[in-house]
């Protein structure tokens, strides 16, 4: 009797996806993004995506929001003393100036805090498509804190190479920016190093065709958020805003520039 055939193993994982719902810390590597990632992007599949995830969703804005107030009071706070405390005195110059350098250090933590959340506006889309399940509030936090010293140095990366980019000249900050839903993905998704997680995701949009493409896209997603936006005075971008984030996750995928 023939011997049966060695099985190989399997190919490498390239993103991380959960055993069970996501809110369940257990992980299994799986290759490939969900069957949805690859359809042709549309509104109304961003759209209903977006009501899919309306809790989560809320939750990012709230937290966001409750900390950066947060932060603000206490800044302002601090810096009403100060001046409070100096009026009339010696040297009340130096020291109003040192009470408003004080508020803005205090309101620092609150700012690095809100923004770790705020990046959730785009990595849960990008979970969504990579998974093919609905990222619910559990499930969400529990990623985020999964390697939250990750996702700092990463977002610290990141904001230095983009303000650089928009000191020099406006438009190479608008090319690093159109690479973060890319660089995201990477970064939750993958165990990739953060360097080359942002260098692949650099070479992912502006190395080929379909890559430029994607840009363009994603370039215009932007601009009518903005328009929106504009128009409502702002309230429009509670929705706009998640809604292009799934849109252009899609996007990528749908393109070629994730895989």
């Known amino acids: 009797m023939l011997a049966p055939a060695p099985v190989e193993p399997p190919p490498p994982a390239r993103c991380w996806l959960p055993v069970t719902p996501l809110g369940s810390a ?19 599949k961003a759209w209903a995506a977006f009501l899919a ?7 990012i804005w709230v937290v966001t929001i ?8 206490a800044s302002l706070a601090l810096t009403a003393l100060g001046v409070g405390l100096s009026s009339g005195a010696a040297g009340a110059e130096a020291a109003a100036s040192l009470a408003a350098v004080l508020g803005n250090l205090v309101q620092l933590p609150f700012t690095i805090l809100s923004n770790l959340v705020g990046v959730l506006f785009v990595a849960v889309p990008a979970m969504h498509y990579a998974s093919g399940e609905i990222i619910d509030t559990e499930g ?17 990366l990141f904001t230095v190479v983009a303000a650089v980019g928009f000191v020099f000249c406006i438009l190479p900050g608008i090319a690093v920016t159109l690479v973060m839903p890319i660089y995201v993905n990477k970064i939750f998704l993958t165990d990739s190093p953060i360097l080359d997680a942002f260098s692949s ?15 363009g896209i994603e370039l215009l997603a932007w601009l009518l958020v903005l328009v929106v936006s504009i128009f409502t005075c702002g ?21 070629g520039v994730l895989s």
Not at 53 to 59: D, G, M, N, Y
Not at 201 to 215: E, L
Not at 238 to 253: C, D, G, K, M, W
């Open 26 to 44: 257990q992980y299994e590597p799986s290759p490939l993004a969900a069957a949805i990632a690859y359809e042709p992007p549309s509104i109304s």
């Open 53 to 59: 995830h309306i809790p989560t969703i809320l939750l």
């Open 201 to 215: 995701s650099f070479q992912a949009v502006y190395g080929s065709p379909q890559g430029r493409v994607f840009a």
């Open 66 to 73: 409750v900390i950066a107030v947060i932060g603000f009071v």
């Open 140 to 156: 969400a936090l529990r990623v985020l804190l999964h390697r939250p010293v990750r996702y700092l140095l990463a977002g610290v």
């Open 235 to 255: 309230l429009a971008s509670l929705v706009a805003v998640p809604v292009a984030t799934f849109y252009i996750q899609n996007a990528a995928y749908h393109r």
